[in-house]
Nanobody, 127 residues
Framework: QVQLQESGGGLVQAGGSLRLSCSPSGRTASNIATAWFRQAPGKEREFVAAIRWSGGHTAYADSVKGRFAISRDNAKNTAYLQMNSLGPEDTAVYYC????????????????????WGQGTQVTVSS
């Protein structure tokens, strides 16, 4: 059973930066995808960013494009979400997710592509 360990959330002022980390424990396929989703109070969970471990293809929500960057370190078996120029609208619980197998590019934004989910980490941006 794969479990996802998230870290890096917290409180930051508008304009600041945070970096989230996600490390799957247990055995994972080499071609999985990792994604971040977020859920703000009273809103549905939404896609933020995703990366395929094999090839490094990425996808971003329009709302974070140019501000957030997703990456992975295969040696450390860890995915990262670097978040810059944060605004109050980015306040949410951020969830790391991982697929069991490879994910086609067109499905990277679909939460149904991901089998494993973390517990979530709170990101709060003050104005």
């Amino acid at each position: 059973q794969v479990q996802l360990q998230e870290s890096g959330g917290g409180l930051v002022q508008a304009g600041g930066s945070l970096r989230l980390s996600c490390s799957p424990s247990g055995r994972t396929a080499s071609n999985i995808a990792t994604a971040w989703f977020r859920q703000a109070p009273g809103k549905e969970r939404e896609f933020v960013a995703a990366i395929r471990w094999s090839g490094g293809h990425t996808a971003y929500a329009d709302s974070v494009k140019g501000r957030f960057a997703i990456s992975r370190d295969n040696a450390k078996n860890t995915a990262y979400l670097q978040m810059n120029s944060l605004g109050p609208e980015d306040t949410a619980v951020y969830y790391c997710s991982a697929s069991r197998w490879g994910v086609i590019l067109s499905a990277l934004r679909d939460p149904a592509s991901y089998l494993y989910w973390g517990q979530g980490t709170q990101v709060t941006v003050s104005s």
